[in-house]
């Protein structure tokens, strides 16, 4: 028996069809709906919670009033417990962030959600990687990997799920975007943070080689892996990510999952730093490294969420000194493509491109383009 | 293509009116315009330098059957020769399954199309772990060798430990072989053993046991010719120590001799080739490694393992792939190994033979050998020149000392051709301290009249 | 001309065989073992008994108990649920090279003059054999232009892994091990030619294929330092595009004093057409059971023929095999070998099997092999482009491909939801093999990987194409039908296959399986 929690976030993706990008804001909300914009995320719902009529024997359904889900629930046919209260018609975020902390404190087995990236960020908000979560997209600029590829993907997924035939979880970034840039058609995302989604690890049978390592192992191998090959009397710049804080657990060192630390002897001399105190630390030591990771869809390794190592910090540290690690799975994701860098200099950003070592196991390494 | 006047029966579209059909299909003149990408410098200019093509199947015939005929062979001798690969009788139903086209030429398909592949492998390990006494086994690897050394890496991820103790006087081929595979990381040395019983000495065993030690490897029967009569002890021992125990076994004899894992192995390795597969010259061979059922132990497999898994169709034995993702016990996927087409038809040989022969089989297999093998001892000893030096009882091999002719191991089996035998293996030069011996095998295959012939010609060659 | 038919009605056996443990009833035998003569039995009585106690056995030997016509009838049940590349369309093995395994082969390793002899036997007694290794050895030699070979490898991932041990021996024995510890490798190579190294010890540098699908040369060269044992790569890949850096690529990673091994698995493009020895490699391999004819057994046995420039032979395994003008002898006198990699001297069967072959064959043959499965490979290419759903690796890149293509039914993924495993388990009621999909991992989304080598007709590669079209023609009707294929073949499709991850629920030998089933 799964106890499952359904939020739906009933103005996500609105403003896509009309030509809007986003919906956050009262204001375009207002727009959309003069434009004749209608309510998709609860059809897009609909889909995934159809799929799990089939298992509907093995599932508890928890879900939050009206159009942030037990409409859904009802139209797909399944029992649902009714939490909460709501205006209807006049949902908000505040709403959002309330259904996921109180299903985070009825301790769910996974917490259903229907948005964007707003919407996951909402959620995050709420239950940081407390819970166990998945989103089904309905957002029209979806950057966050929290989210099922559709909601027909989504259904299949939790069916799994609910069958006990996924039990592995991974820590998947939820981004945010800049939405006033991202309407003028300036795509500029940050990492937000991380929500903990089940991973599927498929079974391919693959008879003549073996097959590959799933996301867990390959952290587990390649945060091993820097933190043997860590030298003494070197300070290591430590970035932002869930990837660079299993490496500093390996190192048994505490962490900031969105900051940067600093390094040194495998002591933590400093946390959560700022531009300005990394390069105040910097000139102190003879032989300075970074460690970073890949961040968002589209392989970013500098500014994307680790913007307090700027183009002043890595000029000073300099292209050879940087230490790039991230699971075989997310490189493999960006096949066909290049890692990317965006400091905010173009001189930074154009010393920067050339090739990298990416660190992806133990003693595993995989030779990638960088471009800007 | 010089100008050749004939299609060749393997190669179907050289037929010139299809072949021209399919360039013309393609768009080209010729195969040139394929090879065209291929930078001028790195084609290859000249003519191979092989024999003209011997294209009619008869002559080829003629041609290989000729050159096998310099071969002496153990059906127009008798063999004595053992160590590894052995002379046994192999079941003409073995045979008829093992020249079958579908067994032989499948590859990697799933179990869809190729379903019976793996219920007989499935099989083959389950009779395997049968004999052993365990209840995990692998898709065989290339020999007993590499079943070793696979196992050590094996032991070294579940314990995390780097060292590996192995029988002094284990076979010096299989420990060249598991020295090269332990490399760079794990150390192998060797534990002293009784020049007069062939027995581990387990005092040196205990000296050299440190919490270090990943695995004691030993082997039972003992390459030189004893039974491991401390074989209990020595796996209690190494438990002690916090290691792992592996024996290298005849599955052959485990109709008469105990199951490893009853007396405590944790690991139990060796050659599919006495299990229905001819000498062939070195290539009957594929390696097992049995062990528990629990996930330190199979977790940490390289290889294959394929285990029954329901389908669609209820009450169907499907079978799919087991796998267990490591997650990394010994923190450090150094050591991780490589799998790769091995020795899988071999393994469906052995359970051809297994399943002919059963337990009653097996038990009157071992039985009669023994005996054989006692007698034959008995009887060399009466020799003059002769001796037994390792005492107590062997399976198959023994050693024969030959100190006392005068001659050396290499003069007497050249002898022994002239009556067409082929005498028992020169150990003078591996294990110096034996002098002039050498390993002679029996077998079930050997008849009274063999032996005897054999006694009569070591007498008249050793007066 | 032949005709083209496709099996529409196909229907492989299916026993629904029992495990051979069913069929056992106490008290029967299969075989009877000779029995041991009265005079020895008087002389020795019953020495089992009189072995120590302890090592006696006295745990049950369950096996089971079968007449010998069961026995046969079992057996011959599961072969018939089995698809040999001798009895199928076996395009579907890409990189496999699934050629006609000759018959005449097999009746020639049944000869006793084969099968009778033991491997320890003096080379005196066995020079025919010996003569044979000497002699393919040199078929391979001309082949690939290396001086000196070893057959000792079991298979191809053996004979990359004895590359691997060869490399740390040369780099030891120029006190330079320790620093030169990462090699490099490609993505589109076989895995082993990244996990034989790692098991040696290396660190694994992995470079991606350029625009074209070749691996980045720069990649390669910014990866090459002084820390380069060596780079082992492919080629060509396994997505049949042959690389024209490929001697770029040596001299790059030369001058940083690395080797260089060519991993020749996919060689049946290029006999007599490109060697190993013109683009600069030191060391060379072929899969013997691929590109030499010889079956594949359902995994093995195999061999991995070896091959090296003269300066690295000293480290080869012992023995090599060696003709001194009159006679052929093992050489066992290589202080600096590795050691050894398998028992004895090699995969004789396979090795007697492949020079038959190769004699058979000659250079012309060897040659016509390679012409042969190019254009088919090509004609194969001409008619799947022509089935909506299905793409290929770097479709469109201007670059004609060898002997192997790596197709992708990513189109019929985003249209019907349907994937490389739903189309494969489908195509297999028509009678088509498991078809190759790719290594581990699949950048290439849903793949296939096809190589129609030269045993295969015109005919054969329509019928194929044709089952592809019919089958994501189906996708499109009904893709419920593919995701529940097979209907026609061995084995239904499997379902609860979690279960094989699960410890307390798989069970790889019918002890496990019964105690954890509650089967009696």
């Not at chain 1, 730093?273 to 630390?281: A, F, N, P, Q, S």
Request: glycine fraction near 10%; include cysteine.
């Amino acid at each position: 028996m799964k106890r499952l929690g359904f939020i739906v976030n009933p103005v996500a993706g609105i403003g896509g069809k009309v030509g809007l990008k986003g919906s956050d804001g009262e204001t375009i909300l207002k727009k959309a709906l003069e434009l004749g914009a209608v309510r998709e995320s609860g059809r897009k719902a609909l889909v995934t919670m159809k799929l799990l009529k089939e298992v509907e024997s093995e599932l508890e359904i928890y879900t939050w009033p009206g159009e942030m889900g037990e409409d859904v629930c009802r139209e797909a046919g399944l029992q649902a417990t009714v939490l909460g209260e709501i205006i209807k018609g006049h949902t908000t975020p505040e709403d959002t962030i309330r259904a996921a902390q109180m299903m985070k404190e009825l301790k769910l087995d996974l917490i259903l959600f229907v948005g964007g990236d707003g919407t996951a960020r909402n959620i995050m908000d709420a239950v940081g990687t407390e819970a166990v979560v998945l989103g089904i997209p309905a957002g029209c600029k979806i950057h966050s990997g929290v989210y099922a590829l559709n909601p027909k993907t989504a259904g299949q997924l939790m069916t799994q799920f609910v069958q006990g035939k996924v039990r592995e979880t991974k820590l998947a970034e939820v981004m945010d975007i800049d939405e006033e840039k991202f309407r003028e058609g300036v795509v500029q995302a940050r990492l937000y943070g991380y929500l903990q989604i089940p991973n599927e690890t498929k079974m391919v049978q693959n008879l003549k080689s073996g097959r590959g390592f799933s996301e867990t192992v390959s952290i587990e191998m390649l945060s091993n892996y820097v933190a043997d090959e860590m030298q003494d009397d070197v300070l290591y710049i430590v970035g932002t990510g869930s990837t660079t804080a299993s490496i500093m657990k390996k190192l048994n060192l505490p962490n900031t999952l969105l900051g940067v630390d600093v390094v040194y002897n495998r002591q933590v001399i400093a946390s959560d730093c700022t531009e300005k105190e990394l390069l105040e630390i910097i000139p102190r030591y003879d032989k300075v490294k970074i460690i970073v990771t890949v961040i968002g869809g589209q392989g970013y390794v500098f500014g994307r969420g680790n913007q307090q190592i700027s183009a002043e910090v890595i000029k000073r540290v300099g292209k050879e000194n940087i230490i790039i690690a991230a699971s075989k799975n997310k490189i493999l994701s960006l096949f066909g493509s290049s890692l990317h860098v965006d400091t905010g200099n173009e001189e930074v950003n154009q010393m920067l491109c050339g090739y990298y070592r990416v660190i992806v196991g133990y003693g595993d390494i995989m030779m990638l383009p960088m471009s800007d | 293509m010089s100008g050749k006047q004939f299609v060749h029966p393997y190669i179907p579209n050289s037929e010139p009116v299809v072949k021209k059909q399919m360039l013309d299909a393609v768009g080209m003149e010729s195969v040139e315009e394929i090879y065209k990408g291929i930078p001028d410098h790195l084609r290859f200019k000249g003519t191979m330098e092989l024999p003209d093509p011997i294209i009619s199947e008869y002559t080829c015939q003629r041609h290989v059957e000729g050159l096998l005929a310099q071969n002496r062979n153990a059906k127009s001798n008798i063999c004595f020769l053992g160590g590894g690969t052995w002379n046994h009788y192999v079941p003409s139903v073995v045979d008829t399954i093992m020249e079958r086209d579908e067994f032989l030429t499948c590859y990697v398909g799933d179990a869809y199309t190729d379903h019976g592949k793996f219920q007989a492998l499935f099989e083959s390990s389950s009779m395997l772990a049968d004999l052993t006494g365990f209840e995990a086994c692998n898709t065989p690897t290339y020999d007993w060798a590499n079943a070793i050394a696979i196992a050590c890496r094996m032991a070294e991820r579940t314990t995390g430990r780097k060292e590996i103790l192995v029988a002094g006087n284990m076979d010096p081929d299989r420990l060249l072989v598991v020295r090269n595979y332990c490399k760079p990381e794990m150390v192998v040395n060797t534990v002293a053993y009784d020049k007069e019983t062939g027995l581990m000495d387990l005092e040196d065993l205990k000296a050299k046991l440190s919490d270090q030690t990943a695995c004691v490897y030993f082997e039972n029967p003992i390459y030189i010719g004893a039974l491991e009569v401390n074989a209990a002890e020595i796996c209690s021992i190494a438990k002690e120590a916090g290691a792992l125990s592996m024996v290298g076994v005849d599955p052959t004899s485990l109709g008469i001799l105990e199951a490893p894992a009853a007396y405590g192995a944790d690991y139990a390795v060796g050659d599919l080739q006495p299990l229905g597969l001819h000498m062939s010259y070195g290539a009957g061979l594929g390696g097992f490694i049995c062990t528990k059922d629990e996930k330190e132990f199979l977790g940490e497999y390289p290889s294959l393992l394929f285990g029954v898994c329901e389908t669609q169709q209820e009450g169907e034995y499907g079978f799919g792939e087991v796998y267990y993702e490591r997650t990394s016990y010994a923190s450090r996927e150094k050591g991780k190994d490589f799998i790769g087409t091995t020795t899988a038809l071999h393994g469906i040989a052995a359970a051809v033979y297994m399943a002919l022969m059963g337990p009653q089989g097996f038990k009157e297999l071992g039985e009669g050998i023994v005996q054989r093998v006692a007698y034959v001892k008995e009887e060399l000893a009466k020799i003059p020149g002769i001796t037994i030096p390792v005492s107590g009882y062997s399976y198959c091999d023994f050693m024969v000392d030959f100190n006392g002719t005068g001659k050396t191991v290499k003069e007497i089996n050249k002898a022994l051709l002239e009556y067409n035998i082929l005498g028992g293996k020169d150990i003078s030069g591996i294990f110096p301290e034996y002098g002039q011996s050498a390993l002679y095998s029996v077998t079930e295959v050997h008849t009274k009249e063999d032996l005897q012939a054999l006694f009569d010609a070591l007498k008249a060659i050793c007066a | 001309m032949a005709k083209v038919k496709v099996r529409k009605n196909f229907q492989q056996a299916r026993w629904n065989e029992p495990m051979i443990y069913e069929l056992s009833t106490p008290g029967l035998r299969g075989i009877i073992p000779p029995i041991v003569e009265d005079e020895i039995e008087e002389k020795v009585g019953d020495v089992a008994s009189k072995l120590p106690e302890g090592l006696r056995r006295k745990t049950s030997l369950d096996l089971p108990e079968v007449a010998q016509k069961q026995v046969l009838q079992h057996y011959l049940h599961l072969s018939q649920e089995t698809m040999g590349a001798n009895l199928a369309n076996d395009i579907s093995e890409g990189t496999c090279t699934m050629k006609y395994n000759p018959r005449f082969c097999e009746t020639m390793v049944a000869n006793p003059g084969f099968a009778d002899i033991h491997p320890d036997q003096d080379p005196d007694t066995v020079q025919g054999m010996l003569k044979i290794y000497y002699d393919f050895e040199k078929v391979v030699k001309e082949v690939s232009g290396m001086d000196k070979f070893t057959l000792q490898p079991g298979g191809g991932n053996h004979a990359v892994y004895t590359a691997a041990s060869l490399i740390r021996a040369y780099h030891e024995s120029r006190g330079e091990l320790e620093q030169r510890n990462e090699i490099i490798t490609t993505i589109f190579s076989h895995p082993c030619d990244a996990a034989c190294p790692a098991t040696a010890g290396f660190k694994v540098i992995t470079i991606w294929p350029d625009e074209n699908g070749m691996p980045d040369y720069e990649a390669i060269k910014a990866a090459a330092n002084e820390h380069t044992a060596a780079i082992f790569m492919t080629n060509p890949e396994d997505i049949g595009i042959y690389n024209v850096h490929a001697d770029k690529i040596v001299e790059a990673i030369h001058a940083v004093g690395g080797l260089c091994f060519y991993d020749q698995a996919n060689a049946n493009a290029f006999l007599g057409v490109a060697r190993a020895k013109e683009a600069g490699f030191d060391m060379c391999h072929f899969n013997v059971h691929k590109t030499f004819g010889t079956p594949h057994g359902g995994e093995g046995p195999a061999c991995g023929a070896f091959g090296c420039k003269k300066e690295l032979a000293k480290f080869l395994p012992v023995p090599t095999v060696e003709y001194d003008g009159e006679k052929y002898y093992l050489d066992y006198d290589k202080p600096e070998s590795i050691g050894k990699v398998r028992q004895y001297i090699g995969q004789s069967a396979v090795v007697l099997k492949a020079y038959t072959w190769s004699m058979m064959m000659g250079a012309d043959g060897l040659r016509e092999c390679a012409e042969i499965s190019v254009l088919n490979n090509n004609y194969m290419l001409s008619l799947m482009e022509k089935i909506p759903g299905v793409s290929h690796a770097f479709q469109g890149n201007g670059i004609v491909r060898q002997e192997q293509i790596r197709y992708s039914f990513q189109g019929l993924r985003e249209k019907y939801d349907v994937g490389s495993d739903d189309m494969n388990c489908r195509m297999g009621d028509y009678g088509i093999p498991w078809f190759w999909s790719s290594h581990h991992p699949w950048v290439i989304p849903e793949p296939m990987t096809l190589e129609p080598c030269e045993s295969y007709t015109k005919e054969d590669i329509e019928e194929y194409a044709k089952v592809v079209e019919i089958v994501a023609g189906e996708a499109a009707e009904n893709p419920e039908l593919l995701k529940n294929a097979p209907y026609n073949t061995g084995m239904h499709r499997r379902i609860h296959e979690e279960d094989l991850d699960n410890p307390d629920k798989w069970a790889v030998t019918w002890r496990a399986y019964k105690r954890k089933h509650g089967v009696e």
